[in-house]
C-alpha cells in the first residue's frame, strides 16, 4: 500500500518535471532536445536525485543544507540552459 502512493507519487513528480523541462525549451531557457528522449532521462535523473540525495548525504556524513541541495540539482541542470538560461541563473540568489 506504502509502496503504491509512494509510485503514484513520483509518477506525478515526473510529470511535472517533463512538463516544466517542456516549458523551459519553449521559453527558450533550455537547449533543444540533442536526442531523443534526453530530457525524459534528465527528469528521471532529476527525480532519482530528489528521492536520494539527503539519504547519500547522510550516508556518507556529508553536509545536508537546502543550499547544497539546490546547487548539485542545478549542476545537473545548468549544461542544457541556453544564454537566456544562463542569464536567468544568473539572478538566482543561493
Request: hydrophobic share 40%.
Amino acid at each position: 500500500m506504502v509502496h503504491g502512493k509512494i509510485m503514484a507519487f513520483n509518477k506525478k513528480i515526473l510529470v511535472k518535471l517533463k512538463k516544466r523541462i517542456n516549458d523551459n525549451v519553449e521559453r527558450g531557457v533550455f537547449k533543444k532536445e540533442p536526442q531523443q528522449k534526453n530530457y525524459d532521462l534528465l527528469a528521471n535523473a532529476l527525480l532519482n536525485s530528489i528521492n536520494t540525495w539527503l539519504p547519500m548525504q547522510l550516508l556518507n556524513d556529508k553536509p545536508h543544507k537546502e543550499k547544497v541541495f539546490r546547487l548539485y540539482l542545478w549542476n545537473l541542470i545548468y549544461p542544457h540552459l541556453t544564454e537566456k538560461g544562463k542569464k536567468e541563473f544568473s539572478l538566482i540568489h543561493f
